[in-house]
């Protein structure tokens, strides 16, 4: 009897130490930050006092702080440095043999679609492969205007509706070639709205006289000469260092006699 006596006895103390270091390590396991650190001195007593009364949203509060500072820092050393950066380096490096073609040779169907060999990408496919970098916009841009001059008119005007630079000068001259290729048409219309927002874009001495008078041409045609006249007058006075202010003010003046420039134009052509 006593011989089970200290068994079961042993069994208890056994069963009571066992729940005495379970409970130090749950305590242990939920030791919070406040116990662990001395938060009231580093906090201040009624900051402190604010964290025991909210510990929970406090905790996330952290965590969530946390999580994004190492979000931003992820994306700047990660994403900037080691992907988005080398890819726009990437980028640029593919367009210069199809720019050399387009620009220095005229070659527009290869600057287009590429040298037959594949010995470099035309600026169509640099278009797609590096969309949204910046090698892919300057690409698209090129590809437009290789369009325009290669004759292919509607493919321009396609490509360039596609195009959104807030460059002062290549987002205007955009407007200005999506109206050459709608002039080239034969909408005319067409044209001298998108000469309208090339030279209501941005203000500047280089191509706002320039579209302005190509909105003039426009009006010409469809013989509202008034309007022209007013046009070819804002180049002379607002613009009189441009290279087209003298131009502007002989066509004023000729419009002026009734002898409207276009159709001096069109009946030299015939």
Known sequence: MAEE???STQKENSAVKNNDENQVVEDQSNTSIADRFDLEQILGEKTYEFYLANKKP???????LLLLLIGIVGYKYIYVNKILIPKQTESLEAIWRAENKAF????????INGD????????????????GYQGGDIALYNLGISYLNNKEYQEAI???EK?????????TVTY???????????SVNDALDYYKKAYNRR????????????AALCLEIIEDYDMAIKLYRDVVQKYPQSSVANNAEKYMESLKLGKPVYQFQKENAE
């Open 5 to 7: 006596k200290d068994t």
């Open 58 to 64: 406090v905790n996330a509060f952290v965590v969530a």
């Open 104 to 111: 220095d040779e005229q070659s527009w169907n290869e600057a």
């Open 116 to 131: 037959s060999l594949g010995l470099f990408d035309g600026f169509k496919k640099v278009s797609e492969d590096f969309e």
């Open 158 to 160: 396609t490509t360039l």
């Open 163 to 171: 195009v959104n630079f807030d460059d002062e000068l290549l987002g």
């Open 176 to 186: 200005g070639a999506i109206g050459d290729a709608f002039l080239q048409l034969g």
């Open 203 to 214: 203000d500047n001495e280089l191509t706002t006289p320039i579209y302005l008078m190509k």
